[in-house]
């Protein structure tokens, strides 16, 4: 089934420790992006990546890295985790050549004690 | 700063009355509009979006939304609404030179009461 996964699901983390969430599209579009989603605050954008190799900053990029070594994964990590990172993370990706609209993963529901 | 801004947070109706949700953003220039929905539990979906051409769009499930320029407004509709639309609604823009990295409004959770 085409689209785009997360892992894990949830996640509860130490302050201090590195986390990596994961993504992966099988749509080979050539966008992708992280956002975060905190009640009353909608969705950030953490980090993107226009096509493979090559990474962007988004709103809210601080704590967080981001790398792009082929289309199909876009790895998000958490350098040294804190509580403030507790959120809800979303991959989505975007076929940049006509349609402009996101598909987005399922979430990575990350706690940070 | 530029922005999206979507108002009355929280919304409260009952089956079959009408729904209209604001979204207005400050950006100049051509823009694209979207909005998503998400239902309790599952990820972003997109309801419909705007490029260009007729202002009025039309998306699933029986919403529609109105482009208005000179107001900056993308407003969504749903003349009656029921139960299985209880979800959170947010409206982005692609502002001129985004590169689709969407800006979102802060979302309206909508909750239909039977």
């Known amino acids: 089934i085409a689209g785009i996964t997360q892992a894990p699901t949830s996640q509860i983390l130490a302050a201090g420790r590195r986390m990596t969430l994961r993504c992966t599209q099988d749509?080979?579009?050539?966008?992708m992006y992280w956002y975060r989603q905190d009640l009353g605050l909608g969705l950030r954008l953490i980090h993107y990546s226009n096509t493979a190799g090559t990474t962007g900053k988004g709103e809210v990029p601080d704590g967080y890295s981001v790398s792009r070594a082929n289309t199909d994964d876009f790895p998000l990590t958490l350098a040294s985790a804190v509580p403030s990172q507790t959120s809800v993370y979303f991959c989505a990706s975007s076929d940049s050549s006509e349609t402009r609209d996101l598909s987005f993963g399922p979430g990575t529901r990350l706690t940070v004690l | 700063a530029q922005s999206v801004s979507q108002h009355n947070h929280h919304v409260i109706l009952s089956e079959a009355a009408s729904l209209e949700l604001g979204c207005n953003y400050s950006y100049g220039g051509t823009v694209n509009l979207f909005w998503y929905v998400q239902y309790p539990g599952q990820h972003l979906q997109l309801l419909l979006k705007y490029f260009s051409g007729d202002p009025l769009v039309k998306g699933i499930k029986g919403f529609e939304a109105e482009f208005i320029k000179s107001k900056f407004s993308f407003n969504l509709r749903k003349p009656s609404v029921q139960w299985s639309d209880t979800a959170e609604y947010f409206c982005?823009?692609?502002?001129?030179?985004?590169?689709?990295?969407?800006?979102f409004g802060k979302g309206n959770q909508v909750v239909v009461i039977p």
């Open positions: 982005a823009v692609n502002p001129p030179g985004g590169n689709n990295r969407l800006a």
């Open positions: 749509m080979r579009h050539n966008a």
